[in-house]
């Protein structure tokens, strides 16, 4: 009688010293936006209709969506005799980054760099009597040189509704006398959902993780004439919108008797699912890869960034060549 009460004794002591802390770690769940420039060159040709070389480039950006908080009851997780080890890590804005697991940071994701030149063409429309007479003025102050405009535009995603690219300060004035040439340029977007990557079953004892799945955006940058920028696409892809993506839980087991649980998660920049692992003791239970953002991470430190603003002088450069050998060839 007495050892059995020794032994419930050492079972008391032991589970007190593998308790986890009472507390509750709160995080936000993730956000996007969608920035893109445009660099557009005109110039006009011999019979004086326009020419215009455009490239984009597209830019996403994620943070973190304080208007939801989620948060992990650490109590939940304790089991009897057993470790309760977890470890979390944020991103510096509170989002959540991974819970046993070590990930790598990622910045801004450039979605389509500005190193490719679209071929130059005229726009898509029936040209005027009006569209000669913006030719000429063109010419009155350009001569047979070309123009080179920026335009930019921001896509928060609080709705679905396309975002009309607009002159920088620099090229507002231009842009304005010479729009009937240039033409109109939008971000267009279509609705989409997500779904969640795990389900929560039911049974045993296990706390909740929170999560939200990013919806794939389609997403365009187009152009065409005033009043029409749908008429050409030059730029497509999808982008991770957090803000428009699926809420799920994410169950991590409490720890077992005489043993050790092993969960692990991680999660990208937008919030995806990138990895989810479950075992016992050894760790070896079966690991789970969600599917992988298709944009390519870049740390935006001050070297890149230079290097970004090279690559748009470059591209300037090389529209400026190529339009002017479209209006006078004689000049290539």
């Not at 569209?131 to 003025?137: A, G, H, L, N, S």
Request: charged residues 20%; neutral net charge.
């Amino acid at each position: 009688m007495k050892s059995l009460i020794y032994l419930a004794a050492v079972l008391v002591v032991l589970s007190g010293c593998s308790q986890t802390p009472i507390a509750k770690i709160s995080y936000y769940p993730a956000k996007s936006s969608l920035s893109a420039r445009l660099v557009r060159t005109l110039g006009c040709d011999k019979n004086n209709l326009p020419i215009v070389a455009t490239t984009p480039t597209v830019t996403t950006t994620f943070s973190a969506d304080t208007s939801k908080l989620l948060s992990l009851d650490l109590k939940e997780l304790d089991g009897t005799i057993a470790n309760s080890d977890i470890k979390l890590e944020f991103y510096a804005d509170r989002r959540l980054k991974s819970v046993n697991a070590t990930t790598t940071g990622q910045g801004e994701p450039i979605i389509k760099s500005a190193v490719s030149l679209l071929a130059a063409a005229a726009l898509e429309q029936s040209y005027d009597a009006s569209v000669v007479e913006k030719c000429q003025e063109f010419k009155k102050h350009f001569g047979e040189q070309t123009l080179t405009l920026i335009y930019i535009a921001e896509q928060p995603f609080d709705n679905f509704d396309d975002v009309r690219f607009a002159a920088d300060t620099q090229s507002a004035r231009y842009a304005n006398q010479f729009k009937k040439l240039v033409g109109d340029a939008c971000f267009r977007v279509k609705a989409a959902t997500a779904s969640a990557p795990v389900t929560a079953g039911s049974g045993g004892r296990v706390a909740m993780l929170g999560a939200r799945q990013p919806a794939m955006v389609p997403a365009a940058v187009s152009i065409g004439p005033v009043g029409a920028c749908e008429v050409s696409t030059i730029w497509s892809g999808y982008v991770p919108v957090g803000q428009k993506g699926a809420d799920y839980m994410i169950p991590i087991p409490s720890a077992a008797v005489f043993g050790k649980q092993v969960f692990a998660a991680a999660f990208d920049e937008a919030g995806a699912l990138t990895s989810v692992q479950y075992g016992k003791e050894s760790g070896a239970g079966a690991a789970i890869n969600a599917a992988q953002s298709t944009f390519d991470a870049l740390h935006t430190t001050d070297t890149e960034k230079t290097a970004q603003l090279k690559a748009e002088a470059d591209v300037i450069a090389a529209q400026q060549r190529l339009v002017k050998c479209k209006t006078t060839p004689m000049s290539c």
